[in-house]
């Protein structure tokens, strides 16, 4: 969750920024106890008036008879240093060197997982993840969005250092979809449900090396968070199975899971081809799953034809936006589409037809600050028939 800058870490700031890069800054508000981006770190030294001159050590800086105020706020920083480096762990700063090194390995290793899931699906016969089946009925289909869930990935309170998400976190609440869904629902609803349809639309993981200091807010390494993810999520799925007649699943990738090398190394779809082969392993003909391993996918559900993608447009009014829904339905000619990304959900028409916005489970960190948009974590649930889409919109909210 993003605050304002406390009066403390503005005048911190204004003691280090002539001294100290940005990455020095980040590193040390870490040992403080607070949580700031690179990029925040630079916005504030902007409106502050403030850059950083040159390299040098915290404890040459020297000051004024007069600065009374900033030797104060020098002195209690320091306090707290010693007192909170006790307390917190911050992981080191990877040199340039070293960021390549890494970035090399997770291209490898995603590279290794695939080709060792490959292996394993030559050697399971696929059976449910070939089903092309459909609910045809005057029932109601529940669509359940599926996205940014950022596995692995912790956000902490600057202020009071509470921990807002980790992977246990993340863990509870994706298992407990099923249970908030059941909870807003009425029993005679869920009985005019003969299916649900689970949407995936990526970053299901938070990767590594997406983005500089990345390393700050993940607390597992990608091939844990896979395996936390797949976990989590076969879980779920196993609740709406209970609730349900019939579970599909279609999914996208997201840009959290690219690991670079090949488009097919994506974490995302290392979780989705462990999905698959589970699917495929109970050979229910009530579960199906459909993989396309790319950033679109589309569905049909009670005849309607749905594109799902993990990223579009934030909203639909502007001339940009238009023009890239329309040619979206120039290809695909889709009746709703859904689509996550922005860590806040949101219902947008274009021309009559609905666009679902997902929301995320992190809830609010600084992506979301930097977007101006405040959302609790949240995923998007609605139903469909077939005189209606999206004629009820549940938002599942924690």
């Given amino acids: 969750m993003s605050v304002n800058w406390s009066v403390d870490e503005r005048e911190l700031l204004e003691i280090v920024r002539e001294t100290m890069s940005t990455r020095e800054i980040q590193r040390f508000f870490q040992l403080l106890g607070y949580d700031r981006s690179k990029d925040s770190i630079q916005k504030q030294s902007k409106r502050m008036g403030l850059r950083f001159e040159g390299y040098g050590l915290l404890d040459e ?161 990608a091939a844990t968070q896979v395996l936390q ?13 209970s609730m349900f007649p019939f579970v599909r699943i279609v999914t996208a990738r997201g840009n959290h899971g690219a690991a670079g090398g090949s488009p097919e190394s994506n974490w995302d779809n290392i979780v989705y081809q462990q999905l698959e082969l589970l699917v495929d392993l109970t050979g229910e003909p009530n579960l199906t799953i459909h993989n396309r391993y790319t950033d679109y996918s589309t569905v049909t559900i009670k005849g309607w034809r749905g594109l799902i993608r993990h990223t579009a447009p934030i909203q639909a009014d502007t001339a940009s936006a238009i023009a890239k829904f329309a040619g979206w339905y120039g290809i695909h000619d889709w009746d709703f589409m859904c689509y996550g990304h922005y860590h806040h959900w949101g219902v947008l028409p274009w021309m009559g037809k609905p666009i679902i916005r997902n929301g995320c489970l992190v809830g609010g960190d600084d992506y979301a600050e930097g977007l101006a948009r405040k959302d609790g974590p949240s995923q998007v649930a609605f139903t469909v028939n077939e005189e209606r889409i999206a004629n009820l919109i549940i938002p599942l909210c924690y």
């Fill in 229 to 241: 993810a797949t976990k989590a999520a076969w879980q779920m799925i196993q609740g709406f199975r």
């Fill in 61 to 221: 800086i020297t000051f004024g008879e007069d600065d009374e105020r900033t030797q104060a706020a020098y002195s209690r920083v320091i306090t707290e240093r010693h007192t909170l480096a006790e307390q917190v762990s911050p992981a080191p700063v990877a040199t340039s060197a070293e960021q390549s090194s890494r970035t090399r390995e997770y291209k490898a290793a995603a590279l290794d997982m695939l080709a060792e899931l490959k292996k394993i699906r030559t050697e399971v016969p696929r059976t449910c993840s070939l089903s092309t089946d459909r609910i045809s009925s005057s029932k109601n289909s529940l669509v359940v969005v599926l996205s940014d869930w950022h596995m692995g990935q912790v956000v902490i309170d600057p202020e009071s250092n509470d921990v807002l998400y980790n992977t246990d976190i993340a863990r509870a609440r994706i298992t407990g979809l099923p249970r908030n869904l059941q909870d807003q629902l009425y029993a005679d609803q869920i009985e005019d449900i003969d299916e649900c349809v689970l949407l995936m639309c990526g970053d299901m993981v938070t990767g590594e090396g997406v983005f500089p200091g990345q390393e700050w807010s993940t607390e597992a390494s």
